[in-house]
């Protein structure tokens, strides 16, 4: 049966049963007969009224009957021409006469009706029943209207379509009479624009108000260039509406229709409480934040993960975010528990001016396809002060001088500080468990004042700063997971990994820095700054733990190429512990470690170090099992090549056949794991000092050792 486009409201002309009785001569091609019985009657209406509002379903022929405008597609605009055939073509009926169809139910005027849909008109709006029946405002028992504004009262499933230039949905349920009161306002073909005011405005829901986009529709929501609607807060403040869709409470969207939302005054779609986004083609433009979710930001169904007992299919969801002057996605609640941002699956895409995603708590992402881009994205290059000065924007100031003044990571969780914004008090955490991500950044392309944690997931990074940049401890793969478990190659950056503790567990990281590659780092890094002031700075806060850094290496693949310069492959201002894995550090020093009586504890894993002063990443290097198989294979740069390995041989030059690609998104300096090397070279050379190995000059431990 074809269901193409249908408007699932009814919009009934008004006429009297007696006028529709009679049977009307049918044309050629049948136009209007929807019930195939070769006349055109009430019967054929009534069909068409209950196909469009989802009850019934139509053979080929009889949505070709339907479709009266010949436009193929069968909405209410062929139910308004059948209905005007039949009127016209109704010959005049004595009053004795009763009609052979059964009328419309005609409605007490005192009483009140529940309006099931409503269609905007432009300037004027229509109401109908959950029978087609129209509806007039004053007999309206769970809808007001205004002109254009349409205000829901009570809770319940509404219909919305049409059009209207300066029109306005509200929901406003009483919370005495409808304590849990939710409302489902479906989408369909609706199109409303308003100069002064929010076009979709939540006021009052008791539970939560769900917009859902219907099959095949296009919904266009859109603002002005300012507002002059307000509200007035819990605490008797005044507050400023500044959304083209602004909810005060619990706000969710799904559906399998496209959303499209213009917020030309400042944000695009805005839920002071929670708001999920659980599927559908939703697509934002804002002058200042995209989305906003005060409490909390979720995209894409819990319950749809496969470890909810879902399919794990997220195909359906498809959000595309670009501002103009602020961040892509925020949530900036302070109260503990609230304040983050989970994405659970579905196509994400961030175009934004200052950061891509902004959680002031919470990050967490389980999977889905994630694409940000901001500001200049990491071609950025104006040099700017480097200043300290609280307006500062974003921190950044203590490696690259070449800054924004704004602050534009591409995922930042912020963290609780205390009352002066300078102390880090807690939380600003980052969990990343899977999924595709792409970042092209001017700022940190990931960014936490708490913890950071990448257990999963395939990473293709550009940054004009740092690549992963923690306030606290960053950890990358779990400790019993492969190479293939995470999978990060960051083709430009300043520095590559950064925390006051690193520990790397698994996966294989691919770096090409400008500076370090790996820096375990204490003391004041002014970097995390909270930015809670939209997307133009914020207070100078943030700054990294006061302890030493250590690093510590424990497994998986890491490959550093640090530019030619007084650039570390790894560096750590305390300890750096080699537990296992594989390490191929391309830096002035390869390994280097603090100079307060810190030292490289070897306690295993396998080392090439170079001291190539290059990024020519034209030469392969692998290391070999005990067979003389390969165990990881890649490509890093020419000349001084060292090894310290324990459990493995390392070599230089030669093919691998046979082996698994990883890392596919380097393309050129993909990974190979597994294998046979033909015609390689083995390393026979001790591990390159290259000016300090194991300790900074005039300090620290030497070589390997220092246990």
């Known amino acids: 049966m074809k269901k193409v486009n249908r408007f699932q409201t009814a919009a009934i002309l008004a006429c009297s049963a007696m006028c529709l009785a009679f049977p009307v001569a049918v044309s050629a091609d049948f136009a209007g007969d929807v019930n195939l019985d070769e006349q055109v009657t009430l019967t054929d209406a009534v069909l068409l009224q209950k196909y469009l509002l989802g009850k019934e379903t139509l053979s080929e022929e009889a949505y070709q009957n339907a479709d009266l405008h010949a436009d193929q597609v069968v909405n209410v605009f062929d139910l308004l021409a059948l209905k005007k055939q039949i009127i016209s073509s109704t010959p005049d009926v004595p009053p004795e006469v009763e009609p052979t169809e ?11 009706v529940s309006v099931s849909s409503v269609v905007y008109e432009t300037d004027s709006v229509a109401l109908y029943d959950a029978e087609g029946n129209e509806v007039s405002p004053s007999s309206a028992a769970n809808v007001s209207v205004s002109g254009t504004v349409v205000t829901v009262t009570a809770g319940g499933e509404y219909t919305f379509s049409g059009n209207a230039e300066n029109g306005q949905l509200k929901v406003c349920t009483d919370d005495e009479t409808e304590p849990d009161a939710a409302v489902t306002l479906n989408f369909n073909d609706l199109s409303l624009t308003n100069e002064n005011s929010a076009p979709v405005y939540v006021e009052n829901v008791g539970d939560e108000v769900t917009i859902s986009l219907q099959k095949g529709t296009v919904n266009t929501i859109s603002d002005g260039t300012t507002h002059t609607d307000t509200y007035t807060n819990s605490d008797g403040e005044t507050k400023n509406i500044n959304g083209a869709i602004f909810s005060r409470d619990d706000l969710k969207i799904k559906g399998k229709g496209t959303l499209v939302v213009n917020g030309n005054a400042e944000d695009g779609i805005v839920s002071k409480n929670d708001l999920k986004l659980w599927n559908g083609t939703i697509e934002v433009t804002a002058q200042d934040d995209g989305i906003r979710g005060e409490n909390s930001v979720r995209i894409g169904d819990p319950d749809d993960l496969v470890e909810n007992g879902g ?96 602050s534009a990571k591409g995922i930042k969780a912020v963290g609780l500080y205390d009352e002066a914004g300078t102390t880090w008090q807690s939380a600003g955490n980052i969990t990343i468990n899977g999924g595709n991500l792409t970042i092209n950044s001017s700022d940190d392309s990931i960014h936490c004042g708490g913890a950071m944690q990448i257990l999963g997931g395939n990473f293709t990074i550009a940054t004009a700063d740092d690549g992963f940049h923690s306030d606290h401890e960053l950890t990358i793969g779990n400790e019993t997971a492969a190479f293939d478990s995470v999978q990060i190659y960051i083709s430009h950056c300043f520095e590559g990994v950064e925390g006051v503790t690193i520990n790397q567990n698994a996966g294989t990281v691919y770096i090409i820095s400008e500076d370090d590659g790996y820096n375990a780092a204490g003391g004041s890094d002014n970097s995390g700054n909270g930015n809670n002031f939209g997307g133009f700075g914020g207070w100078n806060q943030g700054e990294m733990s006061t302890s030493t ?123 190979t794991i597994g294998g046979t090397l033909a015609d390689g070279t083995q390393i026979t050379a001790g591990a390159s000092s290259g000016g300090g190995f194991g300790g900074n000059p005039g300090g620290g431990a030497g070589g390997f050792g220092g246990r």
């Open 102 to 112: 059964p009328g419309p139910e005609i409605v007490d005027p005192s009483g009140k």
């Open 549 to 671: 850094g250590t690093m510590n290496l424990n497994g998986g693949l890491v490959v550093v190429n640090s530019a030619n310069g007084d650039h570390d492959a790894f560096d750590s201002n305390g300890d750096v512990n080699l537990n296992g894995g594989y390490y191929c550090a391309n830096g002035q020093d390869p390994m280097d470690c603090g100079d307060n009586g810190n030292t490289i504890n070897y306690n295993g894993g396998n080392v090439i170090t170079l001291t190539a002063g290059n990024t020519n990443l034209n030469t392969r290097y692998s290391f070999l099992d005990e067979q003389n198989q390969v165990i990881v294979s890649f490509l890093s740069g020419s000349g001084n090549a060292g090894q310290n390995c324990t459990t493995c041989t390392a070599f230089t030059g030669g093919t691998v056949s046979d082996g698994e690609t990883i890392l596919e998104q380097a393309e050129t300096f993909a990974v």
């Open 311 to 406: 399919d794990g299919d997220f195909s359906n969801l498809n959000l595309t975010v670009k501002t103009n002057a602020g961040d892509g996605i925020k949530s900036t609640e302070t109260e503990e528990g609230k304040g983050y941002i989970t994405i659970n699956g579905g196509t994400i895409n961030v175009n934004s001016y200052a950061d891509g995603i902004q959680a002031e708590q919470e990050f967490t992402m389980n999977g889905g396809e994630l694409t940000i881009f901001t500001y200049e994205g990491s071609d950025y290059g104006n040099s700017s002060s480097g200043n300290n000065t609280p307006w500062g924007g974003g921190g950044m100031q203590e490696g690259n001088a070449n800054k924004t003044d704004i």
